[in-house]
């Protein structure tokens, strides 16, 4: 019987919150062990599928660099990076789409069907949504910064009560253009702040921002941010991920939240509990 007392009080603390996202649209970026560990993907499909049935909107945009680096391996393409950036020629570009478009979208399409969504998978390609220019083609090739995103492409999606899966790349433009590789991170961002998102949630391999004590810093504003970044306390691949938080919120998300994609459940926990599980990151 205890038990049970439990579990009423759990989803009567969720209620609330429930209550304040309901009909509200969640932008997830989907990567790192969440999206490798059979089990996590099943935990994150679960997660994704109660969200929708209460209510919540959610889309998701994923990344893909492990997986497009052991296909890379596989054809004996030797990867290159510049600043943490891949550097993407045509050749690379062609593997890219093939493994962030035809396999780990379709794979999370999947998944999430199979567990009772109404999910479709479609990169920035689709209908012209998501529109770039080169970074600088010299140096990075075919990686590219956003110049526009459709939001009417997502909206009209979520109005059919679909769960949109993003493949983050961008259109070229041109006729026979092969398109742009994305910063999932960045592309998440711009899709939130594009379609009006209440909240963007990055699923990491850490358990958010820590401080030089290594402890969880819970909230943080922009000038705590810049300030942690300037001391060297938020470094390597974190930085990008600060930064596209920050790029979110200052287009008008509400929130944006790092956590750790290696707990089970770590969506649930950061949405519809007080505490949360990671870091949460306002203006």
Not at 68 to 80: G, R, T, V, Y
Not at 95 to 118: F, Q
Not at 138 to 152: F, Q
């Amino acid at each position: 019987m205890q038990k049970k007392i439990e579990t009423v009080q759990t989803l009567l603390e969720a209620l609330p919150f429930i209550k304040e996202f309901n009909k509200e649209i969640v932008v997830i970026k989907y990567g790192g062990s969440a999206q490798e560990s059979s089990q996590l993907k099943e935990r994150f499909a679960q997660d994704v599928l109660l969200m929708y049935l209460v209510g919540i909107k959610p889309v998701i945009v994923h990344g893909g660099g492990r997986q497009i680096n052991e296909m890379l391996d596989a054809l004996s393409i030797i990867p290159k990076f510049i600043d943490g950036q891949r550097v993407t020629s045509k050749e690379v570009m062609r593997i890219v789409e093939m493994v962030l478009s035809g396999e780990i979208n379709k794979e999370i399409v999947s998944l999430l069907n199979s567990h009772g969504a109404k999910a479709i998978g479609i990169s920035g390609k689709d209908a012209k949504f998501i529109s770039a220019r080169a970074k600088d083609f010299a140096k990075w090739g075919l990686t590219g910064n956003i110049t526009n995103v459709d939001a009417d492409v997502i909206t009209n999606l979520i109005a059919e009560k679909f769960i949109p899966v993003i493949a983050p790349i961008a259109d070229g433009g041109e006729m026979g253009h092969p398109g742009f590789n994305i910063n999932a991170d960045l592309c998440a961002s711009y899709v939130a702040k594009a379609i009006g998102a209440n909240k963007i949630i990055f699923l990491t391999d850490t358990a958010g921002v820590l401080n030089k004590d290594k402890k969880l810093l819970s909230t943080l504003n922009k000038d705590e941010v810049e300030a942690l970044k300037a001391d060297g306390t938020i470094h390597g691949g974190m930085v990008p991920k600060v930064d596209a938080c920050l790029e979110a919120v200052e287009g008008g998300v509400h929130k944006a939240h790092i956590i750790d994609g290696r707990i089970e459940h770590s969506l649930l926990l950061e949405l519809f509990t007080s505490a949360g599980v990671g870091t949460q990151i306002v203006l």
